[in-house]
């Protein structure tokens, strides 16, 4: 297991940049970078399970394992899915977390990856762009 740390200062309140991370739209909007297309499915619930999507219905399922609004989100994941259909796995300690902390209308947002060898270069490649829209999206929405 691989764990990778991101981070990224925002010029906004964490009450945004929470939103900018988990309202459909701009979630669709900053995950573009990691997967063009993806969506989740689910409610944003402590113990709730989660679907990370792409158009064709493949993608990922969690569980919120912690969740304290506008400040810390922490996702286990279960299982992966394939053309909609659930498959359980071992995925020993996956994890992915966020934690918003805020300063005077500056919000440092950093997330936690834990995840599999193989996926190490996929995230480094592409989570820096993913927290660049986040921050571009938390910067200029109205």
Known sequence: MEKLH???QIKAEAIKVWSVLWDD???RQWTSALTEGSFYQGNLQEGAIIKFLDP???GMYSKITK???NEEII???LGEIYEGVET???LGEATERYVLT???NI???EVEIQTAEELKSFFEEKFPDALSNVKHLSENQL
Do not use: G, I, Y
Request: glycine share 0%; aromatic share 16%; no cysteine.
């Open 6 to 8: 991101f981070d990224v």
């Open 25 to 27: 739209f701009s979630f």
């Open 56 to 58: 064709k219905n493949n």
């Open 67 to 69: 969740l304290v609004p």
């Open 75 to 77: 996702f286990q994941h």
């Open 88 to 90: 359980p796995r071992d």
């Open 102 to 104: 805020e300063d005077e």
């Open 107 to 109: 919000t440092h947002l």
